[in-house]
């Protein structure tokens, strides 16, 4: 009798850890410019009523960059279906960051509370592979990089200015 109690309890303590989310990787199914959020599919398959399944299409997720809203400064790249991620499941719901609305119904570590953090790739990019071996922080875009390391800027194909130089020991 107690051990079947004991059972019990490590099945239903088993059953409700299944429910809670942390990260997933995904892939971005579509991006929103205009509100800065994606339709991501996560990868894996999710066990309900004993049955495995897909995971489903979470709408409407944050895609984060590092960029400061206070100070304007920051980077931005495009976001295209396709492009891997890492969803981020945020412990509370977002309603109240995104609109001030308080949650009526608190969904902890919910699906629908994620966070697209992009760059995840399963493959490291000449890019990435470049700037270990060098020490340095590579932008790249197509044919174009700008290094920056101990060495100094380098930059690899063509440059526009729009507007002054200002330099000392030219």
């Not at 199914?29 to 999710?46: I, L």
């Not at 400064?73 to 495009?78: E, L, S, V, Y």
């Not at 700008?146 to 002054?164: D, F």
Request: proline residues 5%.
């Amino acid at each position: 009798m107690l051990q079947e109690f004991a059972q019990e309890i490590e099945s239903t303590v088993r059953a409700e850890i299944e429910n809670i989310h942390t990260s997933i990787p995904g892939k971005i199914v579509d991006f929103n410019v205009n509100s800065g959020t994606a339709t991501v599919k996560p990868y894996g398959r999710f066990k309900f009523n004993g049955e495995y399944k897909e995971m489903p299409a979470i709408s409407e997720v944050p895609v984060m960059f590092p960029y400061s809203n206070s100070s304007g400064i920051g980077i931005a790249f495009p976001v295209l279906a396709g492009d891997d991620c890492m969803l981020l499941i945020s412990e509370v719901e977002l309603d109240e960051w995104r609109n001030g609305a308080k949650t009526i119904v608190p969904l902890r570590f919910d699906f629908t509370s994620a966070v697209a953090i992009l760059g995840l790739c399963k493959i490291p990019s000449q890019s990435m592979q470049q700037a270990t071996k060098d020490k340095a922080v590579i932008i790249s875009s197509g044919p174009t990089t700008l290094s920056i390391s101990e060495k100094g800027l380098v930059i690899k194909g063509n440059v526009e200015i729009n507007g002054n130089i200002k330099a000392d020991n030219i």
